[in-house]
Nanobody
């Protein structure tokens, strides 16, 4: 499965962006991770393809929404952006991921190339 992430850019604090992750095939779980300069990659959100069950990292709850369409594309709508949201955002996908493991990057089999989100203060 190949993943193509897009939609990053420069936005002012309080603004919005929508990231897209186009997949060449369908997997059980698709997630978004981010990595800020000098920091480790961290979980942002995940969605189960069949049930559409979602999960979020605490700092983005109420601001970010993950969703998917019927054509193997997953979106991350990001509202009320903060400077601390600045990072390279990666989409990832996998099949053998149980609910308790969705936050673990090592459980994902496929990764996109990343898209940069910069939030200015």
């Amino acid at each position: 499965v190949q993943l193509q992430a897009s939609g990053g850019g420069l936005v002012q604090a309080g603004g919005s962006l929508r990231l897209s992750c186009a997949a060449s095939g369908r997997t059980r779980v698709v997630g978004w991770f981010r990595q800020a300069p000098g920091k480790e990659r961290e979980f942002v959100a995940a969605i189960k393809w069949d049930s559409r069950h979602t999960r979020y990292e605490d700092s983005v709850k109420g601001r970010f929404t993950i969703s998917r369409d019927a054509k193997n594309t997953v979106y991350l709508q990001m509202n009320s952006l903060k400077p601390e949201d600045t990072a390279v955002y990666y989409c990832a996908a996998g099949n053998g991921i149980i609910t308790s493991s969705q936050t673990m990057a090592a459980r994902y089999d496929y990764w996109g190339q990343g898209t940069l989100v910069t939030v200015s203060s």
